[in-house]
């Protein structure tokens, strides 16, 4: 495909490039925002890994494919539960329906951290309550690369069942440690600005029967990687997840292996689901044999970047409108293999990306 070089336009691909390289920095409006809902994924992680930390990195998962969805989750203010009264401090809070139940977590979020205070449950017509005296700070503001903090956290919590009455204590410790950013390829999204944390928890769990004399400990190391996309309306903790699990109960030990993907469905406000995201770029057809046209709704200089799921740019297109009201450019496919590509589309107005399928 041919290049268009001219000052004007290497000077706009300079600074989109400069953008496109940035760090990306999170704070609070990138978290937990009521109003918000999004559908929660399973995922088949199969043998991928967690792939490389470092700076510029590209994380491909698009093969690993949704199993089925956990559950539709919704973010809101912590009033409205029947466990409200139990968290007094919280000012956030999220529903995962559980079966014929839900769990309700409960959040305490300034423009300093975010902190997890517990969850409430109901199971065969008992309440499940873990209220943690010493919150767990989940995410400090604001989150960038090659940033680390560590907490402490302890909680107890009852739950009575078949006449006998269960306490539980649980304390612990959480690691985090931002050890990356760049690119990340999921089955259904192209998230760029994402950030990497790794992050280690050990916790202990010791049960006591009230009447009886003996507990129940066990304990968990977990090591997760959680990736945080900038380019999206807030989701929750995570856009997509690892986490492996070594769980030491009573001398037995099981390990665990975990993915799920927040970022399936773009979150959408509930009052505006049908115009969420305002596109100043227009894709079509995103079906291709040959052709597709990218529109521009404003007269902008802008750059068409055409990438594989590998990562690797296969062509790059540069365009300056002149007046235009709505100008295009055609980007060629027929010498182009079958499969999934993205449109890396930069201009003033920002960056937007698109998918297309080559048959």
Known sequence: MKLILNATIFFASFLFAAI????????????????????????????LTE??????????????????????????????????????????????????????????????????????????????????SNPKTVISFPL?????????????????????????????????????????VTTTNYLTNTLRLKVETHTIDSTVIVGFPSSTVSQTNSTSYWWISADYFPVSLAHYGISYDTTTANGNTTIQKIAFDNAANVPVRISDKENSRKKEFVVFPNMVDENTTVYCSKSVPFEIEVIDINGKIISME???????????????????????????????MGLQVEKIFKR
């Open 318 to 348: 540069s365009i300056l409108n002149a007046g235009v009201n709505q100008e295009h450019k055609t980007i060629d496919f027929r010498n182009v293999s079958s499969g999934l590509y993205f449109l890396k589309i930069k201009s003033a």
């Open 144 to 184: 960038s690369y090659n940033q680390s903090f560590t907490d402490t956290f302890a909680g107890t919590a009852t739950f009575q069942t078949g006449g006998l009455t269960l306490n539980t204590f649980q304390t612990g410790t959480i690691n985090y440690f931002v050890d990356g950013y760049g690119e990340l």
């Open 51 to 132: 792939g490389s930390a470092g700076a510029a990195q590209f994380w491909d998962f698009s093969s690993a494919p949704l199993i089925f969805p956990n559950s539709f989750i919704t973010v809101s203010n912590s009033s409205g539960s029947p466990f409200s009264a139990d968290f007094p401090l919280a000012n956030t809070r999220t529903n995962r329906p559980n079966g014929t139940s839900s769990t309700h977590s409960f959040y305490f979020k300034d423009s300093n951290k975010l902190d997890y205070l517990g969850y409430g449950t109901t199971s065969n017509g008992n309440d499940y309550v873990l209220n943690f």
């Open 20 to 47: 496109c390289d940035a760090q990306p920095i999170l704070n609070q409006s990138n978290f937990l925002v009521p109003g918000f809902n999004f559908q929660s994924y399973e995922v088949d992680i199969g043998s």
